[in-house]
């Protein structure tokens, strides 16, 4: 698929220490350590409803991941899928009598278009589920030869008691596996399977249903799968870093890892498994089957700054769960107007070596696991500063392009 545009991106002075991020799998925060290509996988959208703030902030969260490796001298080979044959998607094509390929071509132009403005470096591959039915195929035919397939009624199912590690990723204990696996896409009620917890691979077609040729039969991909065909073919085993919201953790990431794991008797899947905040409002967490959503697209067409919508989202460390508010809103175009007069009045050479600190405090901050709102303390204070001294103590500059390397937020917009 097309992504979209990438933003520039200036490179800095100096370099600061190796990130660091909190792996669910250890449950610790430990270094990445990638080589001079870092590589990491990040879970795209389902297609079927526009870029809500929950989205804006996992992706914003890892756009944080890619930064700062690339200011750290790595190239970034970023994959990311589009889930664009689902469940939901022809749900909600049945709801509405719209064509699903329509809704999944329009939904993920419309996403496009928005990470576009909030400046989220692209992915270097964007592959849909669609496009990677081949490497699915391959996939399933290779669990197959380790004997972790079995067929009930002409679907395709992963055996989870192939993988001796199975739980490696969420620690969960059985009991709570099965509730997420109910809710989030699983079947564990359905008789004949040989575990509640296994996972669909293949789905044979079932009338009124899209369905692809293959060796596999007539049918379509299963959901964890799909992730890690494109992963793997992609990246190989053992990437940086796999990302995506807190709510992949089970089952997604946990099958995905199993999947690959046992397909390729190679370990780890991926080095990190790094996940996000749950992003609420009015006290539930926002998501298209509740229809409680801020869309991004709204905000831009009201005239938002795209730059305030990614500070607002940077205002909160990327995995605490938070309620959007239009207070979260007011606080961050506060804050841009504020950074970016105090950019356009800095033009003090002296004021360089504070600019330099700064850019150290917030590459130090960033380094912690994206200690974001550590990072953006250190250019209120810079700006501050700025504004009290009229300008002339302060260097906008190295300021302005550390905030838009590190931080993807352009301080030379309106109100500079
Ligand atoms: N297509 C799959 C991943 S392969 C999927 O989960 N799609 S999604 O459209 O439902 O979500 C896309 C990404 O946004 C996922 O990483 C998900 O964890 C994240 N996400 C969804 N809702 C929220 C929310 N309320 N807060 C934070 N992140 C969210
Ligand atoms: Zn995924």
Known sequence: M????????????????????????????????PAAEARIYVCGITPYDATHMGHAA?????DMVQRYWLDAGHTVHYVQNVTDIDDPLLERAAATGQDWRDIARRETELFSRDMEALRVIPPRDFIGAVESIPWVVDCVQRLRERGAVYELDGDLYFDVTSDRLFGEVSHLDESEMLRLFGERGGDPGRPGKRHALDPLLWRAARPDEPA????????????????????????????????????????????????????????????????????GLDGEKMSKSRGNLVFVSRLLQAGVDPGAIRLALLGQHYRSDWEWTPQVLAGAEDRLA??????????????ESSALRTLDVMRDRLSDDLDTPGALAAIDRWAQEALRSGGAAADGRVVAEACDALLGVDLTGPGA
């Open 212 to 279: 692809w040729d293959t060796a596999l039969g007539h049918g379509r991909p299963g959901w964890h799968i799909e992730c890690v065909a494109i992963a793997l073919d992609t990246l190989g085993m053992g990437f940086d870093v796999q990302g995506g919201g807190r709510d992949l953790v089970f089952p997604h990431h946990e099958m995905g890892a199993s999947h690959a794991e046992v397909m390729t008797a190679d370990w780890p899947f991926a080095r990190h498994y790094v996940h996000g905040g749950m992003v």
């Open 338 to 351: 504020r950074w970016r007069a105090a950019a356009a009045e800095a033009d003090g050479a002296a004021g």
């Open 2 to 33: 097309q992504s979209w545009p990438a933003p520039d991106v200036p490179r800095l002075p100096g370099g600061g220490p190796p990130l660091r991020l909190f792996d669910s799998a250890t449950e610790q925060i430990r270094p990445t350590a």
């Open 58 to 62: 996992t992706y914003v969260a890892f």
